[in-house]
């Protein structure tokens, strides 16, 4: 099993630019995640999926679109990137939430830099 | 509103000595709380992951306890190795505002460990 991956894992765009990040795993896990990471604050979550065809906001949602049209795949669109942007971005992947052994695996990250 | 701290932020030991790692959380009703590692410019790997019921648990050289009353958790590395330098982060699982699951991350103890 190669668990999660991403795609690609490193960018560097211009303000205004577009892109998707792609994340895909092969665990046959219900619930699916993006965050973020940022020098000297804890990851931050962007939007997570219940289920193939849904999406919800996390903590910080706004430049951010995502969208899960199969279960195993979980995309993370950026229409007009902004230098604030510039990020470590993580998916995420776990069997369903509300239990105490539930655990969330992680794929390698992709790297951004917006100019 | 759930916060997670880690301190301290970045620690030195020898080869060969036992540390511990610690991570209090501000709120107690927690479903569980996960230990990870990150290497540089890598992804989240789970080491641990203890259930709100449980007190601790172990694998190999490494044993996590919990205590929710008093909101704390730490992670004990016994016979240090060069291996082990790397970041490590705990995250709790709770319940949000909105009644949905959210993993909450501290901001990571750097380990390093000397030859």
């Known amino acids: 099993n190669a668990g999660v991956t991403q795609t690609p894992k490193f960018r560097v765009l211009k303000t205004g630019q577009s892109m998707t990040l792609l994340c895909a795993q092969d665990?046959?896990?219900?619930?699916m995640y993006w965050y973020r990471q940022d020098p000297g604050m804890g990851l931050r979550l962007i939007h997570y999926?219940?289920?193939?065809?849904?999406?919800a906001k996390g903590e910080v949602p706004d430049g951010y679109n995502v969208s899960r049209l199969k279960k195993q795949n979980f995309l993370l669109g950026l229409e007009s990137a902004a230098p604030s942007q510039t990020s470590v971005y993580f998916c995420?992947?776990?069997?369903?939430?509300?239990?105490?052994?539930?655990?969330?695996?992680f794929g390698p990250g992709t790297r951004l830099t917006v100019l | 509103k759930q916060e997670v701290t880690q301190i301290p932020a970045a620690l030195s030991v020898p080869e060969g000595e036992n540390l511990v790692l610690n991570c209090s959380f501000t709120?107690?009703?927690?479903?569980?709380l996960q230990w990870f590692r990150q290497d540089p410019g890598k992804g989240l790997t789970s080491l641990l992951l203890?259930?709100?019921?449980?007190r601790e648990q172990t694998s190999g050289r490494l044993n996590a306890s919990l205590d929710k009353s008093s909101g704390r958790s730490t992670l004990y590395i016994a016979a240090s190795q060069p291996g082990d330098s790397a970041t490590y982060l705990c995250?709790?699982?709770?319940?949000?505002?909105?009644?949905?699951?959210?993993?909450?991350f501290g901001t990571g103890t750097r380990l390093t460990i000397i030859p």
């Open positions: 995420a992947s776990s069997y369903s939430a509300l239990l105490e052994y539930n655990e969330q695996f």
């Open positions: 665990m046959n896990h219900e619930y």
């Open positions: 999926s219940v289920g193939e065809g849904t999406t």
């Open positions: 709120d107690s009703a927690i479903y569980n």
């Open positions: 203890i259930q709100s019921s449980q």
């Open positions: 995250a709790v699982k709770s319940v949000s505002n909105f009644g949905n699951e959210k993993l909450t």
